[in-house]
């Protein structure tokens, strides 16, 4: 399950991806409201308000803009398309508590922390209000304002130059194959990210999980 046990000491920054990792993000946390058939909202998803469509906005493409231009190729669909840029934080379920617990427990430790995530421009200021992790982190690069998205290495390098990072000495946490060969592909150590317990006994391999624990058990950022 693991993607090869790190040398203590070989890593001085961790860089998390958001959706999937940090937060809870699945389209079909709106649509099954939407949807009384969960067939019909499956094939919705395949075939029409798609991945393919989707990955425009992590690239910068507005809401507007995609949604007009789908809706007029599937009109009986429009207003099912529109609710996915005007009701888009209902596709976000919450925090992965266990991992953002693991975030604290690396910036409590001193761990340079940042973020690296495809999301739209529109959401952004709404998750970045919305969870107070974001503030942990020590810089954050979001695909919509960069007009490139992971897994293109262009945006692996802006995040390295940006911050002053050693590529050999950062690891990117993602739940993405794509995104993991990736950040190798630019010389970055990798993590994809499949449980909490397996992050945890990486990052303990690593020799970064040394924060302090508060009076009721839970560790913190200082």
Same mark, same amino acid.
């Given at each position: ?12 920054? #961790? #860089? ?61 669909? %429009?207003?099912?398309?529109? %609710? ?15 991992? #953002? ?78 995104? #993991? ?15 909490? %317990? ?25």
């Amino acid at each position: 399950m693991f993607d090869g046990l790190p040398r203590p000491g070989s890593i001085d920054a #961790v #860089v998390f991806d958001i959706g999937g990792v940090l937060l809870d993000w699945n389209p079909r946390y709106l649509y099954r409201r939407l949807f009384d058939d969960e067939g019909e909202m499956e094939r919705f998803l395949a075939e029409v308000c798609t991945m393919e469509w989707h990955a425009a906005h992590d690239r910068g493409v507005p809401f507007s803009r995609s949604s007009a231009e789908l809706a007029a190729a599937h009109p009986e669909h %429009a207003e099912l398309i529109a %609710a996915w840029g005007a009701r888009s934080e209902e596709m976000v379920a919450g925090e992965l508590t266990e991992v #953002v617990a693991l975030l604290a427990a690396l910036k409590r430790a001193g761990v340079p922390c940042y973020a690296l995530t495809n999301m739209e421009a529109e959401t952004f200021p709404l998750r970045r209000d919305r969870y107070g992790f974001f503030g942990w982190f020590d810089g954050v690069v979001v695909s919509a304002y960069e007009r490139i998205a992971k897994p293109d290495p262009e945006i692996f390098v802006r995040l390295l130059g940006r911050f002053g990072l050693c590529a050999q000495r950062t690891v990117l946490i993602d739940d993405s194959a794509a995104n #993991v060969e990736a950040a190798r592909g630019v010389g970055m150590q990798a993590v994809q990210f499949r449980s909490a %317990a397996q992050l945890r006994a990486w990052l303990t391999a690593a020799g970064l999980l040394a924060g302090e624990r508060g009076g009721d058990g839970a560790v913190r950022p200082s």
